[in-house]
C-alpha cells in the first residue's frame, strides 16, 4: 500500500516527535501539514503542493481515482491498458503526421471490427477472414510508419526526469514524474496533453504485450494460478474478484474505442488528484494548472462502485492442481482503509506475520520446521473498499499445506484468548513510525502519500491527522478484532496441491 500508518504510545511520543522533527528539517507533523495548500480547478481537478526548496527538484503525482475495480465484464484489464497507452502519445507528441496517421487508425479499427464479426460467424468464411488479417496487419505496418517511439519518455528524460513510471492497482492508475524545479512548465504543458489530446496508438500491438504479461504472470505460474481462483472465490460479487491484468478472453476482444469510451469516462479532470513536493512555490503552480489544465472539459465525477461484497455465509475452498511445492492462503473479510478497526488489523497482520520476527516465521519456519515462508498481510488487493487480511504458508519438503494451516490457526487461536504482548505492539508501532519517516522525507513518497489520503481516507489531513487514532491502539483492540473477524464462516482457503 502507498500510505504509511503511525504507530504509537504515549509513552514515548515526545522522543519520537523530536526524531522526526530533526529528520525533516526541524518541522512538526503540524508544521508540515500546514504548509500544503490546495485549489481544485473550474473543471474539478484538484491540486495539492508541498513546497520544499532543500534541493531544486520536484516530485508529480498524478492519481485516477480508477483501478481495475471499476471495471465491468467484458473489459476487465482495460485500467491496466490505459497505463500503457498513457505512454504513447498525444495529436503532437509521438506522431510525424498526426492527421495522415489518424486516418490509417480509423481504417485499421475498421477491418479488425470486420474481421472479428466474420470470426464470431457460425460458419465464418476463412478465406474472407483471411484477406481481412492480411489486411490488418499493412495497416499496422502503414500506422507504424507514422510513429515517432518513444518520444514521451526521450522528452522527459531530456528534460532531466530519470523517474517516469506509472502503475495500476485495484483502486488506483497513476503516473509519476521527477523533474529539475525550473520545468515546472514543461510539465504541466506535456502532462495536461496527455488528458486532453491522447492518442491511442500501436493498441493492438501493445495489448498483445499485455497478454504475454498474462501468461507469463498468471497462467504459467502456479501461484499466480492460485492467487486469481482464490480472489474470485473470495469475492463472489465485489470487482476485487478479477485481476488487474483482466481475462485473456477480454484483452482479446478489446478494442481501441473501447479505451477511448473508458477514459472518456474515467480520466477526466473531475477524477484526477495532483499532488506536487519539492521545490516549487503555489502561488507559481496554480496559476500554470489554470492555464494548462483548465483546456481539459469538465464532466461529471464517475458513479461509484455499487457493488458491496456480501455476508459470506460459510468457508470457502479452492484448489489448484500444478507442478509446484504446497502453497496456502487463508483469507478473511475485513472493511475498507476508513474503518476504525483498520489500525489494529494492521498490527495483528505486522505482528502475526511480518518479517523474520513475526510469531508464524518463529513458529512454522524456525521452530517447527514445517514452512520455508510464512507471512500475514492486510488491505489484500486494495483498501479502498472492504477486503481481506490473507495469511500465507510455504509447506517445507515433507510437510503439509494442512500442516501449516493448523499452526496458522494455532497462532490465531492465541491472539484471540491472549491478544499480543505490549513488547510487540511498541515494536510495531516504532518501526511503523520510523517507516512513516523515511516516506516523509521523499518528495515522490509523500506526494504519493498526500494524494492516495486525499482521495481514498477522505483529505490529505489524514496523512497527519491519523496520529491520535494510533496512538491510542491497544493490545485489546488487537484482540477484539481478532474475534470479529478472524472467524471459520468468514474464510477462504486456497492451496495448491502438489502435481504428482
Known amino acids: 500500500m502507498l500510505r504509511k500508518k503511525l504507530f504509537f504510545r504515549p509513552a514515548f511520543v515526545p522522543a519520537l516527535l523530536v526524531l522526526l522533527s530533526l529528520a525533516l528539517g526541524g518541522q512538526s507533523f503540524e508544521g508540515i501539514k500546514k504548509q500544503v495548500k490546495t485549489h481544485v480547478l473550474p473543471n474539478g481537478m484538484k491540486l495539492i503542493v508541498l513546497e520544499r526548496h532543500d534541493v531544486p527538484v520536484v516530485s508529480f503525482h498524478v492519481y485516477a481515482d480508477v483501478g481495475s475495480a471499476n471495471e465491468s465484464y467484458g473489459i476487465t484489464g482495460i485500467s491496466h491498458i490505459l497505463e500503457h497507452m498513457a505512454f504513447k502519445g498525444t495529436t503532437t507528441v509521438g506522431t510525424k503526421d498526426f492527421a495522415a496517421e489518424s486516418k490509417v487508425l480509423e481504417e485499421l479499427d475498421d477491418v479488425y471490427a470486420q474481421m472479428k464479426r466474420e470470426e464470431s460467424k457460425a460458419a465464418p468464411d476463412q478465406a474472407k477472414v483471411a484477406e481481412l488479417k492480411a489486411k490488418f496487419q499493412d495497416l499496422e505496418k502503414k500506422a507504424k510508419d507514422y510513429v515517432v517511439n518513444n518520444e514521451y519518455f526521450d522528452m522527459m528524460m531530456r528534460q532531466g526526469d530519470a523517474g517516469v513510471n506509472a502503475y495500476t492497482s485495484s483502486d488506483a492508475t497513476q503516473y509519476i514524474n521527477y523533474l529539475p524545479s525550473n520545468r515546472l512548465e514543461f510539465w504541466m504543458a506535456m502532462t495536461s496533453d496527455r488528458f486532453l489530446n491522447p492518442v491511442f496508438r500501436e493498441f493492438y500491438k501493445e495489448r498483445d504485450v499485455i497478454m504475454e504479461e498474462r501468461r507469463l504472470g498468471v497462467e504459467t505460474q502456479p501461484t499466480g494460478k492460485l492467487m486469481e481462483d482464490f480472489m474470485a472465490v473470495a469475492f463472489k460479487a465485489h470487482p476485487y474478484h478479477h485481476e488487474v491484468i483482466g481475462h485473456m478472453s477480454d484483452l482479446q476482444s478489446i478494442r481501441r474505442q473501447d479505451v477511448a ?240
Open 261 to 500: 469510451d473508458y477514459f472518456k469516462k474515467f480520466y477526466g479532470p473531475s477524477n484526477l488528484t495532483v499532488a506536487v513536493v519539492g521545490d516549487v512555490k503555489a502561488d507559481e503552480a496554480f496559476p500554470l494548472a489554470d492555464l494548462y489544465f483548465s483546456r481539459i472539459p469538465s464532466g461529471p465525477k464517475p458513479e461509484p462502485v455499487r457493488t458491496k461484497e456480501p455476508e459470506q455465509w460459510g468457508e470457502r475452498r479452492v484448489t489448484v492442481s500444478a507442478k509446484s511445492q504446497p502453497f496456502l492462503f487463508l483469507g478473511y473479510h475485513i472493511p475498507d482503509a476508513k474503518s476504525k478497526d483498520n489500525p489494529a488489523l494492521e498490527a495483528l497482520a505486522n505482528i502475526v506475520g511480518r518479517g523474520r520476527s513475526s510469531r508464524l516465521y518463529q513458529n512454522l519456519v524456525k521452530d517447527k520446521k514445517i514452512a520455508i515462508q510464512a507471512s500475514c498481510m492486510s488491505g489484500f488487493p486494495g483498501d479502498k473498499f472492504p477486503n481481506l487480511i490473507v495469511f500465507i504458508a510455504v509447506s517445507a519438503q515433507g510437510k503439509t499445506s494442512a500442516e501449516c494451516q493448523a499452526a496458522i490457526e494455532e497462532e490465531i487461536e492465541k491472539i484471540k484468548k491472549e491478544s499480543v504482548t505490549e513488547e510487540e505492539l511498541t515494536k510495531f508501532k516504532r518501526s511503523t513510525i520510523k517507516g512513516l519517516l523515511g516516506q516523509m522525507k521523499s518528495n515522490t513518497q509523500m506526494a504519493a502519500m498526500l494524494a492516495y489520503a486525499d482521495v481514498v481516507l477522505g483529505g490529505y489531513e489524514k496523512v497527519f491527522d491519523q496520529i491520535a487514532d494510533y496512538r491510542a491502539i491497544t493490545a485489546e483492540d488487537v484482540k477484539r478484532v481478532a474475534n470479529q473477524y478472524l472467524v471459520k464462516t468468514n474464510r477462504t482457503i486456497g492451496e495448491i496441491i502438489p502435481e504428482k
